[in-house]
């Protein structure tokens, strides 16, 4: 018993070093520089007005106070009640080992910290009149592996989102369910908005890449039914003519810090690993959730996540992809193009996206601003005249 004992407290000591060399390295990580690359246009054209918009903001969960990014949105939301927003995930960070280490593996767990930086978000949403929506990242699953553990810190920061969303603000949905998936299930759920014209389908990225890496007791069954359900969604929508918009947290398409080739420390640990695309699970989800998009070729299919602090946009094969992860974490490399309206980069500034709506087509805008000194920009990457 007492061998045991000690093999405990020593096993926690080394997972403290691993955890301690892990920060170190991975902050000292950069990405290479590219060339600059023209410019897309720098506003959009349009004289007619949307039928419907939708703003995305992702990894706003960092700030104890409302930043400039989160401000510049809640602008956008009271100008256009006819919309609704999406938080992409990663609501809420929180530093290991009492703030100790700067490495914020942790989530929302009730106290004074966590609740201000929810509240950052949630109180942008006190006088708007849209709907709005929180999707679960690995953060607010505290970068848990094992689902009992992450769940439980996940169900206390969808319940207070919940309750605030019900109890302070007016939005549509505030008594139809906010943060979806609901539970730490994967989803697919659908909601259609546009007057029947546009379908968002939420999912669970990082529950699906838990499911996708367990060895022991992989569920099977349970990811099958889950990529037949969501076909069957995206079937119905595409046989409807609706707009598709996938909504999760992890990135299909992106480039960036999490996309790196795996160095040796993260393979040490599950928990920094399945943030990379390269790490089979997550790798795996990725290339099935492709495929399925793709198997449509329907040219109004637009996947959009966060995870990556910058904002992306991709189109290849007619499906658009979106990274809008720059709500207030900001990855500062020497990284940035935008070209031919096919991709478009932009990094070191917080930002969001937008679609609009207009029957036949659709525009993307991207918003950004350097700093709080100077004015919010606006490009349009797709649709402009």
Wanted: aromatic share 10%.
């Amino acid at each position: 018993m007492i061998s045991t004992i000690v093999q405990d407290k020593e096993m926690r000591y080394v997972n403290l070093f691993i955890f301690i060399i892990l920060n170190v390295a991975l902050s000292h990580r950069c990405l290479a520089q590219t060339p600059p690359i023209k410019q897309v246009e720098t506003k959009p054209v349009n004289a007619e007005t949307p039928t419907f918009r939708l703003f995305l903001i992702g990894d706003a969960g960092e700030g104890d106070t409302t930043g400039a990014t989160l401000l510049d949105l809640k602008k956008k939301l009271a100008d256009n009640p006819n919309s609704a927003v999406v938080f992409l995930g990663d609501n809420c960070y929180k530093k290991m080992f009492f703030g100790l280490i700067s490495l914020e593996m942790k989530g929302y767990d009730g106290g004074k910290i966590t609740r201000r930086r929810m509240m950052s978000q949630l109180n942008i949403l006190r006088d708007y009149k849209g709907s709005a929506y929180f999707v679960p990242g690995n953060h607010d699953w505290w970068n848990m592996i094992h689902l009992k553990g992450g769940k439980k810190h996940l169900l206390k920061e969808q319940l207070f989102v919940e309750d605030t969303l019900r109890n302070f603000t007016s939005i549509l949905n505030h008594n139809d369910g906010t943060f979806l998936p609901v539970n730490g299930t994967l989803g697919p759920i659908s909601r259609d908005f546009n007057n029947g014209k546009t379908r968002l389908i939420f999912i669970d990225t990082y529950r699906l890449i838990i499911e996708e890496g367990a060895k022991r007791h992989r569920d099977s069954l349970l990811i099958n039914t889950f990529y037949k359900e969501l076909k069957n969604q995206l079937t119905d929508a595409s046989n409807k003519h609706e707009k598709i918009i996938v909504v999760g947290h992890h990135p299909i398409h992106s480039k960036g810090k999490h996309s790196l080739p795996l160095i040796f420390w993260e393979r040490l640990n599950r928990r920094f690993a399945d943030s990379n695309p390269n790490y089979p699970p997550y790798n795996r989800m990725a290339v099935h959730l492709d495929s399925l998009l793709k198997e449509h070729h329907h040219p109004d299919v637009y996947y959009v996540a966060g995870h990556e602090h910058s904002l992306e946009y991709f189109i290849t094969d007619s499906l658009h992809y979106i990274v809008s992860g720059a709500g207030s974490k900001i990855d500062k490399v020497k990284m940035e193009d935008c070209k031919d309206g096919t991709q478009c980069l932009k990094w070191n500034q917080g930002g969001f996206f937008e679609i609009d709506f207009y029957g036949l087509y659709e525009t993307v805008l991207m918003y950004h601003r350097k700093d709080n000194k100077t004015e919010l920009e606006v490009e349009c990457l797709t649709g402009c005249n």
